[in-house]
């Protein structure tokens, strides 16, 4: 079992949606501080303000930091150490699902590039075997990322670059020597404003009245409340580089086993 208690978490993504409910959970489970990055600063200046007037004066800051912009990137982690110090567990949560010709390259940046220099910060800072206290990064991929969708396919491979990323960084011995434990969870079709307007959002219009009409109808949107739930469990109980599942309200799921034999099935392939 790990605790959440006396531990300062950073959450990109934090301003509001999922970010939000992480940062709120974290600090009913005994959180000593939440730093909330986002790009929307009215929203996050008061949901910092919110959570302080809640759980305790200056629990709670945020930073506006585009995760898609490394200055912001090593701007905002450098204002977290100088108000806390030290950083216990980061919740990379920033995403944008949008495949849209404007907006898919930025969605990349922020969904897969933003989370790397922010996990790569945290394992250098975190390392016991370079003088650190060791810690927690968990990666929010998708359930995009272990299925096949022709309407996002840049989103799914952003989010499928999550998982394979996380997974090699935490192979042994990594947990061993540096004391980071690398935590990835696949989020399934979630209550967020993530997928509302799903319509605009594919990288070829002519596909979006068939994959709307198959969301409807194929696909439960959990409760945010699911995705907290999972977030937590994940985080008090999760070996290093575990992977789990959260999807249609159903209790988390360790899927490490899943994704493990799919890779040795990979491998006889490639022996052959």
Same mark, same amino acid.
């Given at each position: 079992?790990?605790?959440?208690?006396?531990?300062?978490? /950073?959450?990109?993504?934090?301003?509001?949606?999922?970010?939000?409910?992480?940062?709120?959970?974290?600090?009913?489970?005994?959180?000593?501080?939440?730093?909330?990055?986002?790009?929307?600063?009215?929203?996050?200046?008061? @949901?910092?303000?919110?959570?302080?007037?809640?759980?305790?004066?200056?629990?709670?800051?945020? /930073?506006?930091?585009?995760?898609?912009?490394?200055?912001?990137?090593?701007?905002?982690?450098?204002?977290?150490?100088?108000?806390?110090?030290?950083?216990?567990?980061?919740?990379?949560?920033?995403?944008?699902?949008?495949?849209?010709?404007?907006?898919?390259?930025?969605?990349?940046?922020?969904?897969?590039?933003?989370? /790397?220099?922010?996990?790569?910060?945290?394992?250098?800072?975190?390392?016991?075997?370079?003088?650190?206290?060791?810690?927690?990064? +968990?990666?929010?991929?998708?359930?995009?990322?272990?299925?096949?969708?022709?309407?996002?396919?840049?989103?799914?491979?952003?989010?499928?670059?999550?998982?394979?990323?996380?997974?090699?960084?935490?192979?042994?011995?990594?947990?061993?020597?540096?004391?980071?434990?690398?935590?990835?969870?696949? +989020?399934?079709? @979630?209550?967020?404003?993530?997928?509302?307007?799903?319509?605009?959002?594919?990288?070829?219009?002519? +596909?979006?009245?068939?994959?709307?009409?198959?969301?409807?109808?194929?696909? @439960?949107?959990?409760?945010?409340?699911?995705? /907290?739930?999972?977030?937590?469990?994940? +985080?008090?109980?999760?070996?290093?580089?575990?992977?789990?599942?959260?999807?249609?309200?159903?209790?988390?799921?360790?899927? @490490?086993?899943?994704?493990?034999?799919?890779?040795?099935?990979?491998?006889?392939?490639?022996?052959?």
């Amino acid at each position: 079992m790990w605790d959440v208690k006396d531990k300062t978490f /950073v959450i990109t993504g934090g301003a509001s949606g999922l970010g939000a409910g992480y940062a709120k959970a974290c600090l009913e489970h005994g959180a000593k501080n939440v730093a909330i990055l986002d790009i929307a600063e009215k929203l996050g200046n008061a @949901t910092a303000e919110q959570l302080n007037e809640t759980y305790g004066t200056n629990k709670v800051i945020f /930073v506006k930091c585009d995760v898609s912009k490394e200055e912001d990137i090593v701007s905002a982690w450098d204002a977290v150490l100088a108000q806390f110090k030290q950083i216990n567990v980061i919740i990379n949560n920033a995403g944008i699902m949008v495949d849209a010709p404007n907006i898919w390259r930025t969605a990349s940046d922020v969904n897969w590039q933003g989370l /790397v220099s922010f996990t790569l910060k945290g394992v250098s800072h975190m390392r016991k075997d370079e003088g650190g206290a060791g810690g927690t990064i +968990l990666n929010i991929a998708s359930t995009l990322g272990i299925t096949k969708m022709t309407f996002l396919p840049i989103y799914s491979g952003s989010k499928m670059a999550v998982l394979h990323f996380s997974q090699c960084l935490a192979m042994d011995p990594f947990y061993e020597n540096t004391g980071v434990r690398v935590l990835t969870m696949c +989020l399934g079709c @979630t209550d967020t404003p993530l997928i509302d307007n799903l319509e605009t959002r594919s990288w070829d219009p002519k +596909l979006a009245d068939d994959f709307v009409t198959n969301i409807a109808n194929n696909y @439960t949107r959990q409760k945010r409340e699911s995705a /907290v739930s999972a977030l937590i469990k994940m +985080l008090t109980t999760g070996n290093p580089g575990s992977i789990w599942l959260t999807l249609d309200d159903k209790p988390a799921r360790d899927i @490490t086993s899943v994704i493990d034999n799919a890779y040795k099935e990979f491998e006889k392939v490639m022996a052959e």
